[in-house]
């Protein structure tokens, strides 16, 4: 059956080239990943707008979960990046850029799209448990979104983020706490599910879909993002391991400064001595060792734990 897809509908195997060539771009290029998978949806989905069969190749069928269809399981991670029309697209890919810009440049790109993938992947799940053999077609980011606010939620409760606010049936545009968002939506979700269930009235929205991917987020970043700050002050982060050891990170703001030549390096460089949050320090500073250049030579620096060096000349410095 697998070969028999590749040799009718190579336009699929094209679609999926393209979820996977816009992440390893954006890992080679320091792109964000939330910019790479925004990219890739818009593509595919002006693919699926030419070629529509797409959206039957790529999108997930409950009924893929029995035996004899295993070898359809790669629909769990292409579904995600399929989307039934310009509203559907428009209105997930809007939430996803308030909501991943900001949590992606606090945990870094790695437990983002690890984070992103697998709630995407358990809310596909969710909706597929309670719809057992069906033939209906799920698609779009929902669930991998929801997983993300989840994550968000549970990372930094307390953070504000400018992002749509649904009211009824308008949506308005606030800075809220991530916290009250991710309630908010969960609600939502939860009172239209039970609406659904008792009324036998059904949507085309995959209600469970979303609660999956929102409490799978939850679970994965309790499970990756374990390290607790307990206080930042002058440079000094005391936070616990996963193992709960207390440990301590210092940094040498005074070797930083020596490299901070231009304006965009001297305002990262202020973001990373009032950031006080370790992730976001983290990501910070991360930002800043790719920016910076060799003062000697110009060329690129590296980093080995503590150590900046550059490879082109002798200099070397700690911070």
């Known amino acids: 059956m697998g070969l028999e897809f590749i040799l009718i509908y190579p336009v699929s195997i094209l679609a999926v080239c393209i979820m996977i060539g816009t992440l390893v771009a954006a890992y080679y290029k320091k792109w964000m990943m939330t910019y790479a998978l925004v990219i890739s949806n818009v593509i595919v989905f002006v693919i699926t707008i030419i070629f529509p069969i797409v959206i039957y190749d790529l999108g997930f069928k409950p009924a893929y979960l029995s035996i004899e269809n295993i070898p359809q399981l790669y629909t769990l991670f292409t579904s995600m990046f399929i989307h039934g029309g310009f509203l559907h697209l428009f209105g997930n890919m809007f939430i ?50 929801f997983g993300i606010m989840g994550a968000f939620a549970y990372s930094y409760p307390r953070d504000e983020v400018v992002m749509p606010v649904p009211l009824g049936i308008i949506m308005i545009i606030r800075r809220i706490k991530v916290i009250y968002a991710v309630l908010l939506f969960a609600v939502m979700e939860t009172v239209i599910t039970w609406w659904e269930s008792q009324t036998g009235i059904l949507s085309n929205t995959a209600h469970f879909a979303h609660l999956g991917g929102l409490i799978s987020g939850f679970i994965l970043a309790a499970v990756l993002l374990r390290g607790e700050k307990t206080h930042t002050k002058e440079g000094k982060t005391l936070y616990y391991d996963s193992l709960g050891i207390q440990k301590e990170r210092k940094i040498d703001f005074t070797a930083l400064k020596k490299l901070a030549n231009t304006p965009e390096l001297k305002d990262i460089l202020k973001k990373i001595e009032n950031e006080t949050i370790p992730h976001a320090r983290a990501i910070w500073l991360e930002h800043f060792l790719e920016k910076a250049k060799c003062p000697k030579c110009g060329n690129p620096l590296h980093q080995l734990d503590k150590k900046i060096f550059c490879q082109s000349c002798d200099f070397k410095t700690n911070y």
């Open 96 to 145: 996803f850029l308030f909501v991943g810009m900001a949590f992606e440049q606090r945990i870094g790109w790695k437990n983002f799209l690890i984070i992103y993938i697998l709630a995407g992947v358990c809310g596909t799940l969710a909706h597929a448990l309670v719809n057992l053999g069906s033939e209906t077609v799920l698609i779009g980011a929902s669930g991998a979104i």
